[in-house]
């Protein structure tokens, strides 16, 4: 049976060139069969656009064992729109025994195994592999369900939102037209995506409170909810109380320490391990960390106390300073600030801020 395949959202390289499109706007990814019904949201997201003017194509159930499925169809103009489907990829794959499903209700066939465990995210992260710092924004019941700090039935534990797990420039809940449109315009007008913080029906990641424009409640953070169930249920009942799309409040929950590069360590534990390193061996080491491409040495100038004073440190770049050259500089480092030593008392007071970091 033949059909018209322009009737349909370019699923190719070749449908976009049989429409003469040299470029497109948006690649939309689903973990569903490509079903162009309104049952379908990602598919719905897809026509509003479309009948806005933009170009989009969409990627159904892509091969994410690897980068290439995503770049199939070349580089979007504007972002990247990930769904996991019409349910959850975890519901698709697991009972409530966390028994594995033999099939896959919106799979061509039933067949069970085209999309991955936490399609989100693994959508996402491939995402990020193949166009690096694209605007991604997630959407879908899978990400709705997990734009806090939730319980994940399926690993027994509570996650942090799946914003950073995604990587995702934001997330989209609920029905999600409206502020879809909204973002696409900003993001063709040329507005950084990292700027696009307010956004009504929407979750971004922020460095601090202060990035949101409307009226706000704080939640118990992530690390009291993951400890404690009285603050997990604390913030599952302001979550639930705020809903309101009329009168409720913007919701902040604070995640970990800030991310300033991949490599940034934002676990409290893991940091505090980390510190633990740092005093063992004497010199703190900042593997870019910070800013990509930077590499640096610190070690502590100490009183005659055995206080912290005040800190020298040898910074450069990745190729300059490699790792089996770092315990040369430790040296050096050493060497310098026990020259120094003996006047860290009358060092300015501002250098005691760190006191008793390392």
């Not at 519901?91 to 025994?97: E, F, G, K, S």
């Not at 700027?195 to 990035?211: H, K, L, N």
């Not at 320490?257 to 409290?268: G, M, R, S």
């Not at 080491?285 to 055995?306: F, P, Q, W």
Request: proline share 5%.
């Amino acid at each position: 049976m033949e059909f018209d395949r322009d009737l349909f959202l370019p699923v190719s390289l070749a449908d976009m060139q049989r429409r003469g499109w040299e470029d497109y706007d948006f690649l939309l990814i689903t973990g569903d069969a490509y079903v162009d019904h309104p049952s379908f949201g990602p598919t719905i997201i897809g026509r509003i656009l479309e009948a806005e003017g933009y170009r989009v194509a969409i990627l159904a159930q892509p091969d994410w064992r690897g980068p290439e499925a995503f770049r199939s169809m070349g580089r979007p103009r504007l972002g990247v729109l990930i769904s996991a489907g019409n349910i959850d990829s975890m519901v698709a794959h697991y009972t409530a025994a966390r028994k594995r499903r033999h099939d896959d209700a919106y799979s061509p066939g039933r067949k069970a195994g085209l999309r991955p465990d936490h399609a989100t995210i693994v959508y996402s992260n491939r995402v990020r592999e193949a166009f690096g710092d694209i605007p991604i924004i997630i959407g879908g019941l899978e990400a709705s369900l997990r734009r806090f700090a939730h319980y994940d039935y399926w690993e027994d534990k509570v996650r942090r939102s799946i914003l950073f797990d995604a990587q995702a420039d934001i997330l989209t809940y609920g029905m999600g037209e409206t502020a879809t449109l909204d973002i696409a315009a900003r993001l063709n007008s040329g507005t950084p995506v990292g700027e696009i913080t307010d956004v009504r029906g929407t979750c971004v990641a922020a460095d601090y409170p202060g990035v949101c424009s409307y009226p706000r409640v704080e939640v118990p953070s992530f690390e009291e909810v993951s400890s404690s169930k009285r603050a997990y249920a604390q913030a599952n009942m302001i979550e639930y109380q705020e809903h309101d799309a009329a009168v409720g409040k913007a919701i902040i929950q604070k995640h970990g320490l800030p991310a300033f590069t991949q490599n940034t360590i934002t676990d409290h534990d893991a940091l505090m391990e980390q510190l633990a390193v740092c005093r063992r061996r004497g010199y703190a080491l900042d593997n870019e960390e910070e800013t990509m491409g930077v590499k640096c040495v610190a070690m502590a100038i100490r009183t005659s106390r055995g206080d912290v004073a005040g800190a020298l440190s040898i910074s450069g770049s990745t190729l300059s300073i490699r790792n089996e050259n770092i315990p040369q500089y430790a040296e050096l480092l050493s060497r310098a600030c026990n020259s120094l030593s003996p006047y860290a008392r009358m060092m300015p007071a501002i250098l005691y801020q760190n006191q008793n970091t390392l």
